[in-house]
């Protein structure tokens, strides 16, 4: 588990602590185990992201010979016609998501929730063959 996970001082979200409470009690620290957990409580879904707001999701690159994050934590910026632009929490920069490669639907992520997502090592970087 990350250093600092789970000593958050203050009111976590009732979702927040119950994913806490799954990760806890699993004790793994495997990124896919990770997203596992995170999907298994972050129940509301949407097919198109609304800039401005917060989702997590699974994501498998098109490009060859690229390097990205297939748990992406992102602010969505922009809606495209080919797919939405996000500012990627774990990569600390914008990045481009096709509606093709994007795996499920994505979960919202409240802004409260947002500090304990951040604390949770589910980032999962992929070099794309």
């Known amino acids: 588990m990350a250093e600092g996970f789970g000593q ?3 009111k ?3 979702r927040m602590a119950e994913l806490r409470k799954k990760i806890k ?3 793994s620290s495997d990124p896919e185990d990770l997203m596992i957990e995170i999907m298994e409580v972050l129940k509301e879904e949407v097919l198109y992201p609304e800039p ?3 989702y ?3 994501y498998r690159a098109k490009t060859p010979k690229i390097q990205y994050d297939q748990h992406p934590l992102i602010a969505c910026t922009s809606l495209e016609r080919w797919g939405f632009r996000g500012m990627n929490f774990h990569w600390r920069k914008s990045r481009q998501y096709t509606w093709e490669e994007v795996i499920g639907k994505l979960y919202v992520i409240k802004y409260d929730e947002l500090d304990e997502m951040l604390s ?3 980032a999962k970087f992929r070099l794309n063959k």
Do not use: A, D, N, Q
């Open 8 to 10: 958050y001082v203050g």
């Open 12 to 14: 976590i979200p009732p």
């Open 52 to 54: 401005g707001k917060f």
């Open 25 to 27: 009690k699993s004790g």
């Open 120 to 122: 949770i090592p589910y």
């Open 56 to 58: 997590t999701f699974v």
